[in-house]
C-alpha cells in the first residue's frame, strides 16, 4: 500500500493519506489539479489541466508538465505550498 505524507509551509504537522483508490484527486474541492492513477503494482501523477489558474505541479522540484509520471517512494510532490510525499504504508 502507499501514503501520502503532507505538510504545508504554514504547518510542521504531517499527515498521512493512504492511497485506496485506483484515482486520488489533488487539490481542493472544486479545483483539481493533479491526480495520482493506479496502474497495476505502480502509481502516476498526472497534472490536470485547470482554465484560468496557474498551479505548477512539481515532482522532485521539476514541473510536471502536461505528461504522466510515474512515482517511486520517497518521491515530493508539491502543488502551491503544500508538499506531498509519496510514501510505502508501514505496517500495522
Do not use: W
Request: hydrophobic fraction near 40%.
Amino acid at each position: 500500500r502507499s501514503t501520502l505524507s503532507s505538510s504545508s509551509a504554514a504547518s510542521d504537522v504531517y499527515k498521512r493519506q493512504p492511497i485506496t483508490k485506483m484515482r486520488t484527486a489533488l487539490g481542493k474541492p472544486g479545483m483539481q489539479v493533479a491526480m495520482i492513477v493506479k496502474q497495476g503494482d505502480s502509481y502516476e501523477l498526472l497534472p490536470v489541466q485547470v482554465s484560468g489558474i496557474a498551479v505548477t505541479t512539481r515532482l522532485n522540484g521539476e514541473p510536471v508538465g502536461n505528461g504522466a509520471r510515474t512515482l517511486r517512494f520517497g518521491d515530493e510532490i508539491e502543488i502551491a505550498d503544500v508538499c506531498l510525499a509519496f510514501v510505502e504504508q508501514s505496517a500495522g
